[in-house]
C-alpha cells in the first residue's frame, strides 16, 4: 500500500488514533506513576550526590594545585571553586576520587533506597512491557485501517491485541535476543576503533529494530520476524536511520526525566515522552515497514 500524506493526515486527525494513545498513556505511564515515584525520588536524589562528590573532587584538587603553585592561576586569571571546597573535613575516595565522607555516606545511603525501590518495582516490568506492546499492535492495527481509508472498530481492535500478545511476546523475545548478538559482535569492533563512540553507533543501528518487531508480527505473524526487520532496513535505509535518531533522541529526554525529579511535573513530561515514544513505535514503525515493502514492490 502506498504511504500517502493524505494517510497520515487522515490518522492524525482520527479520534480513535487519539483515543487509543490516550489510554495507552493512562495504563502505561499515569496509572504506573505512582508505584515508580519512590524509586524515581531516590534515583534523581543518587545523581546528584554524585555529581557533588566530582565537584568536590575537582574542587579539592584545585585548591591543592594552588597551593602549591599559586602563579599559574594568577597568570591565567583563574580561580578555584570554593562552593564545593571544605577545607578540615573528613574525606574518603570513590573510584579513583577523593570525596567528603559526610557526602559520600549521603550517597551510600540513596543508594541503598534505590536499590530497595527497584527490587519493589521489578515483579512489575514484565507486566508493563507487556502492556506497551498490546498498546503498541492496537495502535498499529488502528493506524493501518486509518491509512487505507478504514474506519477501525476499537472492540475488534482491542480483542486483536490480546490475541496477538503470546505470539508478539515471543517475537519481541526472539528479536531481543538476536539483537543483542548481534550489537555484542558489532560493538567488540567498533568500540575497537571509536571507543564509547562506537557502542551509541551500535545502539543507534539496533534500537529500531526493537520498534520494527510489532508492525512486523502484525502483517507476517512471525515469531522470529529479524530476518525481515534486517530486510526492511535494508529496504529502507532512509525512514530506519530517521527512526534510530528519534528513538535515541527519546532515549536521552527519558533519562534526563528519571535523573532529575521535579514531583508531579515528572508524571506529566513523563506522559509526554511517552506518548512521543508510541508514537514512534507505531506511527513511525509502521510507515518504514510499509515504505520498505512498497519498495520491494517497485523495484
Not at 6 to 22: C, D, E, H, P, Y
Not at 28 to 51: A, C, G, H, N, R
Not at 170 to 183: D, N
Not at 247 to 259: K, P, Q, R, S
Request: proline fraction near 4%; charge should be negative.
Amino acid at each position: 500500500m502506498p504511504i500517502s500524506t493524505n494517510g497520515l493526515i487522515r490518522t492524525l486527525n482520527s479520534w480513535k488514533f487519539w483515543a487509543v494513545l490516550l489510554l495507552a498513556i493512562l495504563v502505561t505511564y499515569v496509572l504506573f506513576f505512582p508505584i515508580f515515584k519512590p524509586l524515581m525520588e531516590d534515583y534523581s536524589e543518587l545523581k546528584s550526590f554524585e555529581m557533588q562528590m566530582v565537584k568536590e573532587h575537582d574542587a579539592m584538587v584545585c585548591h591543592q594545585i594552588y597551593s602549591m603553585n599559586s602563579g599559574i592561576f594568577e597568570r591565567i586569571n583563574a580561580t578555584c571553586d570554593n562552593e564545593y571546597y571544605r577545607p578540615n573535613i573528613s574525606t574518603t575516595t570513590y573510584k579513583g576520587l577523593v570525596v567528603y565522607r559526610d557526602t559520600y555516606e549521603k550517597f551510600q545511603d540513596a543508594r541503598r533506597r534505590t536499590l530497595d525501590d527497584l527490587h519493589k518495582v521489578i515483579p512489575l516490568l514484565p507486566l508493563l512491557a507487556v502492556l506497551m506492546l498490546y498498546f503498541n499492535y492496537v495502535l498499529v492495527d488502528t493506524e493501518y485501517l486509518l491509512m487505507k481509508g478504514t474506519e477501525p472498530a476499537l472492540r475488534d481492535a482491542l480483542l486483536k491485541g490480546l490475541n496477538s500478545i503470546p505470539g508478539l511476546i515471543i517475537a519481541e523475545l526472539t528479536t531481543l535476543l538476536a539483537v543483542f548478538l548481534i550489537g555484542v559482535i558489532l560493538a567488540v569492533s567498533l568500540a575497537a576503533i571509536f571507543g564509547e563512540l562506537g557502542i551509541m553507533l551500535v545502539a543507534f543501528m539496533i534500537m529500531p529494530a526493537l520498534s520494527l518487531v510489532t508492525p512486523t508480527y502484525h502483517f507476517t505473524r512471525l515469531v522470529i520476524p529479524i530476518e525481515e526487520i534486517l530486510r526492511t532496513a535494508k529496504r529502507c535505509p532512509g525512514g530506519y536511520t530517521v527512526l534510530g535518531l528519534l528513538i535515541m533522541i527519546v532515549g536521552w529526554l527519558f533519562e534526563a526525566a528519571y535523573t532529575h525529579y521535579l514531583g508531579i511535573w515528572s508524571a506529566a513530561i513523563l506522559a509526554l515522552l511517552g506518548l512521543v515514544k508510541y508514537m514512534l513505535d507505531s506511527l513511525a514503525a509502521l510507515v518504514v515497514y510499509l515504505g520498505g515493502t512498497e519498495e520491494e514492490k517497485t523495484g
